[in-house]
């Protein structure tokens, strides 16, 4: 049974048999625009989207693609998310993926689409179709650094990963790229990530996996509480690695799933730090909470005040804001037994200000880069943690410069 | 049967029989602080109370007093919540009233405190006790522009209301003010706000008649989604007037429903208006939702969207953005119905882009100081209305200045 696993250079085509690639189609602008993710044999596919109700027209391609469990491809764009398109856009995101097949010498029903962007334009398909037919020219196996960077929106550094580990032996890796904080042309801070693996997986295993993980790296981040048309993560694995296919009783199957799980952990907090306007990365921790249910959601609701954010962004230690918060967060909480800490010095304990702590101490914690909330409820044994960043002048700036 | 009313100046003072007053005592800074209100007899008394779950200690004693049905008085401080102050905290707003009871020669049970300011400070209560010494002196049947100052924390103009009509023939006036939008000394924009008059009513009718008045105004508005430990909101009724009592089959009560109703919407209006760096004030209705509870929500997820009140700070008609938080408020939607509207302008019809409104039409309703975004969802008859400003520059500064 392997033990550990290193972290390697570059992303998504770190695995073996994975090419990628990245070109401008002039969507918005002259930077790059349209990514391009391809396994050179077909690869087990697993996905989590979106639990918005108005769900883009590529969201709902992809999540078809998913339930085959079988893909080839990943054709993506950012500049418009094909959202609030009517049936135009399932069209459109239909003729994306029957032109990249068509580039590729593909079937259609291997490529996922995505897009991200402006919400309700429609597609510009003339130039979306020369993009798909640059792109698939444009693909190479060192090709993860442009596509991480094509699916960038407001975005200020991409974000990849790569990971090398052992599995029956062999060397598997597996990469991951993402994009999400906001939009140049803003929408909202649609969230995309994608991982690859070289691994052979089997199907069911890799989904129930990538779900567990998803919910709990991606779906713990939170910088503005307002949830994309498309969110979107997938994951490719197409066993190039030769390893017998992984699945829970496999004896590697562990260390693999806690590998993915750090890649998927550290591409979400690479988008945490992204924020729009963050200044902080803030870990918001709930314990002793009736459930894990009601302590996410009283780390949401903490995570999710402006004024608690505000007060974040301005080092101010008005842990009062956060006791409002879990006040307000619809969890059973006892105001006598309520305890708050800011990394490691107690602000509240048995519902009240905490008499060995003085301010200064307090104040310092927030003026670090990184620290952690911690709210102990002392109720029961439910815990949850969610990370969130401060909300800046340079949030209001970016979502309210005048761009449509 | 009476047909309408008028306004008048003034505000909790207009009805005969009440008096108020304003002190400094020093809780913070040198701005009055402390407020008194008093009825020249008992008056029926109605509340209705924040629902956080840490409610402040002087929440708990109100909701003791209006359980009785009667008052006489209340006294209100700014500049500390009297909130995580644990058992002492309880200890304080019972000596508070009992203090109040001693200077006006009443009994305790009808003095009903509120407290509005910084969390988790205890009542400096030597200052506290001399200011309820000094504004005993100090009430004046014309007190009540006085207390409407001393209510205030960061907000910037006081609000108050008083409107006169006919009940029984005989002349009745009601009276109101508010505070509300956030703290010098930023906490929460806890949220206070009484109405007086020298109607007789019922008492179990004022209750309902309370509430149901304060779900429709009050509880309609949201600058930023936090919910106050102190919200409150007190009516007393002091029968001056020397009309039969009010109660649903008084030829006058639906005139004088109406007129309290009027009475909360307006002062809801200006707490709204006076929203910690408001710039605008937006009427957000949802109808054709499937219930009037989903509408509720649907409306509620708009106005608290980071992203769209930073859209209309920034004058953006970025539609997107109203649709992305609609898909995500957990309401039943169709994709291909939804509708939305700013002002008279059609933005989205069937669930896309509306091709019979341009850009710059959209831009100019966003312009405006005031203007209403409507989404039907053309699914049922649910419909429900909030109000709420957008997010500017101003919102971070207030609420990240450091001030603790």
């Not at 904080?181 to 997986?201: K, Q, R």
Request: proline share 3%; net charge negative.
């Amino acid at each position: 049974m392997g033990t550990a696993w290193t972290t390697s250079d570059g992303g998504v085509t770190a695995p073996v048999g994975f090419e990628a690639g990245a070109v401008n189609c002039g969507i918005r602008s002259e930077k790059p625009d349209v990514a391009l993710l391809l396994s050179d044999r077909d690869a087990v596919l697993a996905g989590t989207f979106t639990s918005n109700r108005l769900a883009a027209a590529p969201v709902a391609l992809c999540r078809e693609r998913v339930a085959t469990g079988v893909g080839r491809a990943v054709i993506i764009n950012s500049g418009n998310a094909n959202a609030a398109t009517g049936a135009q856009g399932r069209v459109d995101a239909d003729r994306m993926a029957q032109l990249t097949a068509e580039a590729l010498g593909l079937a259609p029903g291997g490529v996922c689409v995505c897009s991200t962007g402006t919400i309700g334009v429609p597609m510009p398909m003339d130039k979306v179709e020369a993009g798909i037919k640059d792109v698939a020219g444009a693909l190479s196996p060192d090709g993860g650094a442009a596509a991480a960077r094509a699916i960038m929106t407001t975005d200020l550094v991409p974000k990849e990963i790569a990971l090398e580990l052992e599995i029956d032996g062999k060397p598997v890796r597996i990469g991951g790229m993402a994009k999400g904080s906001g939009m140049i042309d803003p929408n909202m801070a649609t969230m995309l990530a994608y991982v690859t693996t070289d691994a052979a997986v089997e199907g069911a295993a890799l989904q129930d996996m990538l779900r567990d993980a998803v919910q709990d790296s991606f779906n713990r981040i939170t910088v503005d509480g307002d949830e994309s048309t498309n969110d979107t993560v997938l994951m490719l694995a197409n066993g190039a690695a030769g390893n017998t296919p992984l699945q829970p009783d496999h004896a590697d199957w562990s260390l693999f799933v806690q590998a993915v799980r750090d890649v998927c952990g550290q591409l979400a907090r690479m988008i945490v730090k992204d924020g729009e306007g963050a200044t902080k990365f803030v870990t918001v921790t709930v314990r002793g909470a009736k459930n894990d249910a009601e302590a996410r959601q009283a780390a949401r609701a903490i995570a999710n005040s402006m004024l608690v954010k505000t007060s974040w962004f301005g080092c101010d230690p008005n842990w009062g804001r956060i006791y409002d918060a879990v006040g307000y967060a619809g969890v059973k909480v006892d105001a006598d037994t309520i305890e708050i800490k800011l990394d490691d010095f107690v602000a509240v304990s048995n519902g009240t200000v905490a008499g060995q702590t003085d301010l200064k101490s307090l104040e310092a914690v927030l003026q670090q880069d990184e620290f952690t909330v911690l709210v102990d409820l002392h109720l029961g044994n439910g815990r949850d943690t969610v990370y969130t960043c401060d909300c800046s002048y340079d949030y209001v700036r970016i979502n309210s410069e005048y761009t449509t």
